[in-house]
């Protein structure tokens, strides 16, 4: 459906997303990320990872430890950016944000990329390498370069060779979600033609152990939406899109961020408001600014993380504003939960199931919780598709919606 005129939706034309490309434990690239959709295939493994010694499963990107940063680049060089530049190399995305510098100038090209934990990894190897004298840390480390939370940022910045604006956006969990609405107002305030939104988060043992110690991390690979899902399961990735803003949409031409919604409901630290008043907001949100209605929506992929708390919350903010009937389906069964970076992951797989018209099925999981009213699918299907939301929530109630869909004319 095209969306309809409401006082938001006047100023807010939809985006064009010309270019995208991730990296998950899945597998690098669109290519092994739709062969995982099509399959249901969990990237989720009992693997080691540093010196963990936790009884969990985790999602880990395969090579990074062989992959290297340009020399030029060298300062920024951690297991966070060496996400972030896997991802770059892939699907011609690197190439794709060429061409659009040469049609609108690096300056006009900004970069909005998310993440929660950066290289904290970096700096606890770091703080095991201090001086047994005088405690000093090694000579090498350079937290400007790495932990630093603008790092991820200024390093795509770099790489990419734009000059655009760039900043940073750490919101916990709805990090790399944010990055599209940060975009969309700097379109908006004629600042920048396109941007390069993304996120990127790996694994360190801050988040391992600060997750365990939550009660929150799951023994075995998480199960969203399940009657008997304890926890989550951490994933590491690295996503990235290119947006453009374009006159004219025409039938066919691919997807395009039709709205993005926030609210912040504050209800806690760590736990979702009972009710999941803050994601009903940031759904209302997104459909106001696409000028849809909750009709209008085929498919939700839900921010699902597999604790009681939040799968929940979310499930009474879902049914609460868009009914009982729209399929839903959580990704975090393959991915893990990316954190900073699920946004953006959980993004493309938005875009991939309208683009490909299939319905994501959710993995480990067995058997739907009955308390739950959701329309949720544990079988990936073939499925007609124009419009996608997908949810991101952090702690502290931060919260982001985004609506994607296929145009059926012109805008």
Same mark, same amino acid.
């Given at each position: ?36 959709? =099509? ?17 969990? *499963? &985790?999602? /880990? ?12 680049? #060298?300062?920024? !060089? ?7 530049? =896997? ?7 690197? /190439? ?19 993440? $929660? ?6 700096t606890?190897q ?19 370069? &790495? ?8 390093f795509?910045? #770099? ?5 655009? +604006?760039?900043?940073?956006v ?8 944010k ?12 600042l920048?033609d ?6 990127? !988060? &790996? ?5 391992? *152990? ?10 075995? +690979? ?5 009657? =008997?899902?304890?926890?989550? $399961? ?11 803003? #374009? ?16 609210s ?5 630290? $760590? #736990? ?8 009903r ?29 939040n ?6 903010a ?5 009914? $009982? ?9 393959? &991915? ?32 739907? !919780? ?5 329309c949720?699918?544990?079988?990936? =299907? +073939? ?13 502290g ?15």
């Amino acid at each position: 459906m095209i969306p309809h005129e409401t006082e938001a939706a006047r100023f807010l034309k939809p985006i064009r997303l010309s270019a995208y490309t991730l990296a998950t434990c899945l597998g690098a690239g669109l290519e092994a990320t739709r062969e995982a959709l =099509r399959t249901g295939a969990s990237g989720l493994r009992s693997a080691p990872f540093d010196t963990l010694d936790l009884e969990t *499963y &985790t999602g /880990q990107i395969e090579g990074l430890e062989q992959v290297c940063l340009p020399t030029a680049l #060298a300062a920024y !060089d951690c297991r966070n950016n060496r996400a972030a530049e =896997r991802a770059l190399r892939l699907d011609g995305f690197e /190439q794709a944000v060429a061409a659009a510098s040469a049609r609108h100038g690096p300056a006009r090209i900004g970069v909005f990329i998310g993440t $929660s934990t950066a290289g904290i990894l970096q700096t606890e190897q770091a703080y095991r390498r201090r001086d047994p004298a005088d405690g000093s840390l090694p000579p090498g480390f350079d937290y400007r370069g &790495t932990q630093n939370t603008f790092s991820v940022a200024t390093f795509v910045r #770099a790489r990419l060779r734009l000059e655009g +604006p760039c900043s940073a956006v750490s919101t916990a969990c709805s990090s790399s979600a944010k990055v599209f609405a940060s975009a969309q107002r700097f379109m908006r305030a004629g600042l920048i033609d396109a941007a390069v939104v993304g996120g990127v !988060d &790996t694994l360190c043992l801050t988040t391992l *152990y600060g997750f365990n110690s939550l009660q929150l991390l799951s023994r075995e +690979p998480c199960r969203p939406y399940d009657a =008997r899902r304890d926890g989550i $399961s951490i994933g590491e990735g690295a996503a990235f899109i290119l947006l453009e803003r #374009a006159d004219d949409a025409v039938e066919g031409e691919g997807v395009w961020l039709l709205g993005a919604g926030e609210s912040c409901d504050a209800h806690h630290m $760590s #736990a979702p408001h009972p009710e999941g008043l803050g994601a009903r907001l940031a759904m209302s949100a997104a459909l106001e600014a696409a000028g849809l209605g909750p009709g209008d929506v085929d498919y939700v992929n839900l921010h699902g993380t597999g604790t009681p708390s939040n799968d929940a919350a979310e499930d009474k903010a879902v049914v609460g504003l868009l009914g $009982s009937a729209i399929p839903c389906s959580s990704t975090k069964g393959m &991915t893990g939960h990316t954190l900073g970076a699920a946004g953006a992951v959980e993004a493309i797989l938005t875009v991939l199931a309208l683009a490909d018209g299939r319905i994501p099925g959710s993995a480990g999981t067995r058997e739907v !919780d009955p308390a739950l009213g959701a329309c949720y699918q544990k079988e990936g =299907r +073939p499925a007609a598709l124009a419009v996608g939301m997908s949810n991101s929530f952090g702690f502290g109630g931060s919260n982001c919606s985004l609506v994607f869909g296929r145009l059926p004319r012109a805008a």
